[in-house]
Antibody, heavy 118, light 110 residues
């Protein structure tokens, strides 16, 4: 069974750094792209970027390029999304999703809520 | 890379059919047969209901169907039921191996 399990909710202050994770199981981690999706409170889904864990080839949406870093550690089947300096506007739910079956996300993680507040 | 355009809301009575449109450009919807649709309930992760324009994952009701013409894709829900009340998002592959979502549609069952 394919599963994506994300790290728990985070509460941070503006300017702090953060790295959230998404651990995959039930499939060959290195042969599927895995991506991140943002959903701000009460808003729609936004595609942030994807990574191919086998060679760490990474693509970003222009809106998120330079704002976040996507990485992966294939030895522990885990993808990451990180910020070096959080802003209040980063407050959102973040989902990881496996790209498969010609879809941006055929399997999704449960989401990680990130709250940035002073 | 602008979001794909969906109507903000669509409503229908139980048993009726509704259609949600998703309009993009030749760089996304019109350029690839990789349009997918997601259903999202409040507080839950999105769930894939249509992939590659017309295909349904196993376990998804055949009341959901997809199509595409040019730069516009559509999701039709037939035999509308109360459990279909949710938010629906389209998505598409886009240039340079990126992706884009639609603006989202809230479906209300009257």
């Amino acid at each position: 069974e394919v599963q994506l399990v994300q790290s728990g909710a985070e509460v941070k202050k503006p300017g702090e750094s953060l790295k959230i994770s998404c651990q995959a199981s039930g499939y060959s981690f290195t042969t599927y792209w895995i991506g991140w999706v943002r959903q701000m409170p009460g808003k729609g889904l936004e595609w942030m970027g994807i990574i191919y864990p086998d060679d760490s080839d990474t693509r970003y949406s222009p809106s998120f390029q330079g704002q976040v870093t996507i990485s992966a550690d294939k030895s522990i089947r885990t993808a990451y999304l990180q910020w070096s300096s959080l802003k209040a506007s980063d407050t959102a739910m973040y989902y990881c999703a496996r790209r498969g079956r010609g879809a941006i996300g055929d399997y999704w993680g449960q989401g990680t809520l990130v709250t940035v507040s002073s | 890379q602008s979001a794909l355009t969906q109507p903000a809301s669509v409503s229908g009575s139980p048993g009726q059919s509704i259609t949600i449109s998703c309009t993009g450009t030749s760089s996304d919807v019109g350029g690839y047969n990789y349009v997918s649709w997601y259903q999202q309930y409040p507080g839950k992760a999105p769930k894939l209901i249509i992939y590659e324009v017309i295909d349904r994952p196993s376990g998804v009701s055949n009341r959901f169907s997809g199509s595409k013409s040019g730069d516009t894709a559509s999701l039709t829900i037939s035999g509308l039921q109360g459990e279909d009340e949710a938010d629906y998002y389209c998505s598409s592959f886009s240039s340079k191996n990126t992706g884009v979502f639609g603006t989202g549609t809230k479906v209300t069952v009257l």
